[in-house]
């Protein structure tokens, strides 16, 4: 309860107000450098404060207007310390679900954003991370056509777009010509400009369009981690078709992103090297995974031995490094996605891309129905994320862990079990 007396304070909370820097994919045949990857930049800050409810209006109580009482766990300065934190969730429209959080995925993008690490995204405090959300259907506005309550339901990083734009009209809202909305750490300027709130917490409301379905075939807890790590892997590897004849697959990086990409590469009969700064992570890659070859990063040997083997490689590795070190791993005409954002610039000379005219490329997340095929996909072919649950009192130790990679291969927070009796909603 130590906690709870300093959420019964006033808090302040800063917003910001971000906006799309655009940047044309290039697609030439030939070309050096491919670019995805549309950055934020901060434009304005708005400073507001949100009032805190008092004890004991909890238990997902609704006020007057409909806005629904939420409990979750919050960062509230560069720390990165998380606390449990009390705010609302706006009142159901028409278009839109409500539903009761079950479990959160603890992404690599949450530990960036509770240390406010980018300067293109920059932290708004108080800051609820989590868009690995899974939950099930507790409310559905009156023009809500394909879910009701009870179903199972995610959502993952985008929580809303302009919908009018070429690219949301092609279902590719992630590179949302005016802006995407992300699930936490943003505003949404398309309703109500408050801010928005992620998935360490009770409960979410979100519009039909940017709702996921969960098959029945997945378990929900370790379908969660598909919502981000398996899209940001899945999206690359069709829009590259890389599964096509039988291509050599190279990952970097045995995290939660590396893990699905080489599930999503054994299911579609690629040939699959991980390439890890780990050696004790060899057996777990060969058995578990099924890969054909391991190779040790920091052993010159090993990496030499691997050298023009790879016509794919998606690097998932969000630490610094420089891409010469992988470079030279491509066959002619090789691609390297990346689908990390380390903090600083990657290192690349043009003499390792134009030698074998190899390309770099990236690559954002993945768009709605694209996101619902990987799913359906997953639950086709029985894919999932292996992962250790945990209680959200833990999400501090978990950061920790997070950060020394300590971890096989994702946490996921078990919210609807480990959220205090006096603030669980009402079922
Ligand atoms: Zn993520
Ligand atoms: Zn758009």
Known sequence: MRS?????????????????????????????????IVPLVLSSFHLLTARQPQAGHFQGKMAKSGAKECWGYAAYDRSGLMKPFRFMRRPCRPEDICFQIKFCGICHTDLHQIKDDWK???????????????????????????????????????SNSCGQCDHCRKSMEQYCERKMIWTYNDKDIYIDGSPTYGGYSTLMVIPERYALRIPEGLPLDAAAP??????????????????RGGKSF??????????????????????????STSPGKE???RTSLHADNFVVSTDPRQMKAAEKTLDFIIDTVAAEHSMDQY???LKTNG?????????????????????????????????IRETQEMLDFCARHHIFCKIERIPISYVNEAMVRLAKSDVKYRFVIDVAA????????IQ
């Open 335 to 367: 691609k390297i996605i990346l689908v990390g954002i380390p903090a600083k610039p990657l290192e690349c000379s043009a003499l390792s891309l134009h030698s074998a005219r190899r390309c770099v490329g990236g690559s954002l997340i993945g768009g």
């Open 250 to 275: 190279g990952v970097i990086g045995l995290g939660g992103l590396g893990f699905m990409a080489a599930k999503f590469a054994r299911a579609l009969g690629m040939r699959i090297t991980v390439v």
């Open 120 to 158: 293109e995204i920059p932290a708004s405090y108080p800051m609820v991370p989590g868009h690995e959300v899974v939950g099930i259907v507790c409310e559905v506005g009156g023009a809500v056509r394909n879910f009701k309550p009870g179903d199972r339901i995610g959502v993952g990083c985008i």
């Open 4 to 36: 709870f007396r300093v959420l019964s304070k006033e808090e302040g909370s800063v917003c910001l107000s971000v906006s799309w820097l655009e940047v044309p994919e290039r697609r030439k045949e030939g070309s050096t450098v491919e670019r995805r």
């Open 327 to 329: 470079l030279p791993l």
């Open 283 to 285: 057996q777990e890659a």
């Open 418 to 425: 480990s959220t205090p009796p006096e603030f669980r909603p």
């Open 226 to 243: 598909l919502l981000c790590a398996g899209i940001t892997v899945y999206s690359p590897m069709k829009h590259y078709d890389m599964e």
